[in-house]
């Protein structure tokens, strides 16, 4: 079946240094792939989806890039910010027609001062 | 603009109680709609969806039901509640299933007792 694996469930970084996050997927079809950010009490919000050819998706000073011989979806940003603070989730789709999204465990960054 | 309504915003419910979570969508049409259960600390588990009024497809078994009586609402509920039931109910909707970005609900916060 489809899954998605983030294998840091907390990573906490000074202000200032570059941000990556891990995400690998598996997957029969060849899936779309999201990155959904979630403040404290908040609702999930997507931050950045990957395209279908080789534009690499930017928001907020956040990017990530669709390696499909890798499986993965990585997102960075260059310098991390205070205001970043939060749970990311990295998320897949299939257009199977069943609608199924599949979500990974998260991680959960803390910028520090 | 799209506005997402859940109800109610929390509960505290006896184990074995009947449960009712509602939905609503507002400035979309024929949205394809989505339910999610995030325990604590945990990831967004993807509970039901419906692409339209009187259509919910079951994707994991939770002892829960979800259905969809008007084009914008979406109900899900259960005759008895489990301990394992708590944790935090979210909405979703898209414009077309499969690839779309997911707009999320404020979420409604369940404890169970």
């Known amino acids: 079946g489809d899954s998605v694996t983030q294998t840091e469930g907390l990573v906490t970084l000074t202000e200032g240094l570059p941000v990556m996050l891990n995400c690998t997927y598996q997957?029969?079809?060849?899936?779309?792939l999201f990155w959904y950010v979630q403040h404290l009490n908040e609702a999930p919000k997507l931050l950045l989806k990957?395209?279908?050819?080789?534009k690499r998706p930017e928001h907020q000073g956040f990017h990530a890039t669709l390696h499909k011989s890798s499986s993965s979806f990585h997102l960075q940003k260059s310098s991390a910010q205070l205001s970043d603070s939060a749970l990311y989730y990295c998320?897949?789709?299939?257009?199977?027609?069943?609608?199924?999204?599949?979500f990974g465990a998260g991680t959960r960054l803390k910028v520090i001062a | 603009a799209q506005t997402i309504h859940q109800w109610p915003v929390a509960e505290i419910k006896a184990v074995g109680s009947p449960l009712s979570l509602g939905c609503t969508i507002k400035?979309?049409?024929?949205?394809?709609l989505y339910w999610y259960w995030q325990a604590t600390g945990g990831t967004l588990q993807q509970l039901f969806y419906?692409?339209?009024?009187?259509?919910v497809e079951s994707v994991v078994q939770l002892n829960l039901s979800a259905s969809r009586p008007k084009d914008d609402q979406f109900i899900l509920s259960t005759e008895k509640l489990l301990l394992s039931h708590s944790g935090f109910y979210l909405c979703?909707?898209?414009?077309?299933?499969?690839?779309?970005?997911?707009?999320f609900g404020p979420g409604t916060r369940l404890t169970v007792l």
């Open positions: 979703a909707w898209s414009r077309w299933g499969g690839y779309a970005e997911q707009f």
């Open positions: 997957s029969t079809y060849s899936p779309f």
């Open positions: 990957s395209f279908t050819d080789n």
């Open positions: 998320a897949l789709s299939v257009n199977t027609g069943n609608y199924k999204y599949v």
């Open positions: 400035g979309k049409s024929s949205p394809n």
């Open positions: 419906s692409i339209t009024v009187g259509q």
